[in-house]
């Protein structure tokens, strides 16, 4: 069965660094759209960044531009979202989702989700 499952969440210090990764199986990974995304207690769902199928295409939202990065390996079906300079504002829960349309930033176009990582940033 499908499965998205992320990885390296954890509590950083304002200005700290994290590693997301979502391993995949169960479906085309190299032919889906991938994104994450992220949730904070009393509000939406939010996109934080998506990238195309091959990796070349990205889309970032205004508040991680420049201190997020995503990436794939689709030899390896898994999905990274590198965070630098991290924020207390960019507390939340984690989310992967793949699409078989381009992703932008809405949530509503996915088609499967991982379980979600937390994230908690201190200041």
């Known amino acids: 069965q499908v499965q998205l499952v992320e990885s390296g969440g954890g509590s950083v210090q304002a200005g700290g660094s994290l590693r997301l990764s979502c391993a995949t199986s169960?479906?085309?990974?190299?032919?889906?759209?991938m994104g994450w995304f992220r949730q904070a207690p009393g509000k939406e769902r939010e996109g934080v960044a998506s990238?195309?199928?091959?990796?070349?295409?990205?889309t970032y939202a205004d508040s991680v531009k420049g201190r997020f990065t995503i990436s794939r390996d689709n030899a390896k079906s898994t999905l990274y979202l590198q965070m630098n300079n991290l924020k207390s504002e960019d507390t939340a829960m984690y989310y992967c989702?793949?699409?078989?349309?381009?992703?932008?930033?809405?949530?509503?176009?996915?088609?499967?989700w991982g379980q979600g990582t937390q994230v908690t940033v201190s200041s």
């Open positions: 989702a793949a699409s078989d349309r381009w992703f932008s930033l809405y949530p509503s176009r996915a088609n499967y």
């Open positions: 169960g479906f085309s990974y190299s032919r889906y759209f």
């Open positions: 990238i195309d199928t091959a990796g070349g295409i990205t």
